[in-house]
């Protein structure tokens, strides 16, 4: 009888699972983001040592790294996962194709106003999804979603396309007790020195534009807290640890009584891209773009 061999029965959700505990350098909180017990994740990971017959992380470091072995098996394994990820995403968008369902990322608010006017105004199902801020080009690239409304400034990938939906003010979250939540604007100078909130998984240009760092006055910005999303985002804010910059339509899907935006006068105004991928010829995506470019010509 053959005998198998060392993983030859690998489980890629297993792969996954990793993969997040190691983004997060905590179990608690990559249980959190894959909305399953700390228990059940140490079991699965557990799991996962068991099919390749070694440890892969350490358990005694603070943040969890990966031990040696890790090293080397998830800088094989990640691609492997990234290929079968993708194709079961191409078969998800073919089916999608074939239903004229159409797939919509977004990352806050759905682009606002600007938004639901473009998806009013489709005759395609559409579903929306919400993505990390790490995810507005990558979801679609790998098929994840048909398209995504996104904020630039954004990397270049190869096969996706952006195309301006509109343009708007940014305005800064603060506490709603602070000394400027009162005010109708400010300038960007009049925050300088405040903890700003980051995120590890977001492209560094994109974390720095939205920061406006470096500053006009020339005082370094301070990072705080690493956030991926806009609710994380405010829930920082509301604690009084750090202050977001971000689009003014983000304060019409986050009315909350502790948190105050303030629109910043002196500063570039943020755009939202709609994102899709270059050559997709499905009629739910041209319709998604149709809308777009009739709603840029009629602004």
């Given amino acids: 009888m053959k005998k198998a061999r060392r993983g030859e029965d690998l489980n890629l959700r297993l792969v ?19 909305f399953v017990t700390t228990p059940a994740l140490s079991q699965q ?3 996962l040592e068991e099919q390749v017959g070694v440890e892969l992380v350490d358990r005694s470091s603070h943040p969890v790294v990966l031990t040696a072995a890790g090293e080397v098996f998830v800088a094989d394994a990640r691609p492997a996962l ?21 797939r919509i990322g977004f990352i806050n608010g759905a682009a606002g106003s600007l938004g639901r006017a473009v998806i009013d105004s489709l005759h395609a199902e559409v579903e929306l999804v919400q993505l990390d ?18 904020r630039p400034p954004l990397p270049v990938l190869d096969g996706v396309v952006l195309e301006r939906i509109g343009v708007e003010p ?34 560094l240009e994109w974390v720095k534009w939205w920061s406006v760092d470096p500053r006009p006055s020339g005082v370094p910005v301070r990072y705080g807290p690493s956030v991926r999303t806009m609710d994380e985002a405010l829930e920082v804010v509301a604690n009084g640890r750090a202050v ?9 899907y986050y009315t909350r009584s502790d948190i105050s935006f303030v629109r910043i006068s002196d500063i570039e105004q943020c755009s939202i891209d709609l994102c899709t991928r270059e050559g997709d010829s499905s009629p739910a995506v041209i319709e998604l773009r149709k809308a777009v470019a009739a709603l840029g010509a009629g602004r």
Wanted: net charge positive; aromatic share 4%; charged share 25%.
């Fill in 133 to 150: 801020w790490s995810q507005q080009v990558s979801a679609v690239a790998s098929a994840t979603v048909d398209a995504a409304f996104v």
């Fill in 45 to 47: 990971i557990r799991r």
């Fill in 244 to 252: 977001v910059i971000t689009a003014a339509t983000i304060a019409e």
């Fill in 82 to 102: 990234e290929f079968a990820v993708r194709a079961m995403n191409g078969l998800d968008a073919l089916e999608r194709r074939r239903a004229r369902r159409l």
């Fill in 170 to 203: 940014r305005v800064v979250a603060l506490p709603r007790g602070h000394r400027l939540a009162g005010r109708t604007s400010i300038e960007i100078s009049e925050i300088d020195g405040m903890v700003q909130v980051s995120s590890d998984g977001a492209p």
């Fill in 16 to 34: 996954s699972s990793l993969l997040v505990v190691v983004a997060e350098g905590h179990f608690g909180r990559a249980a959190d983001r894959l």
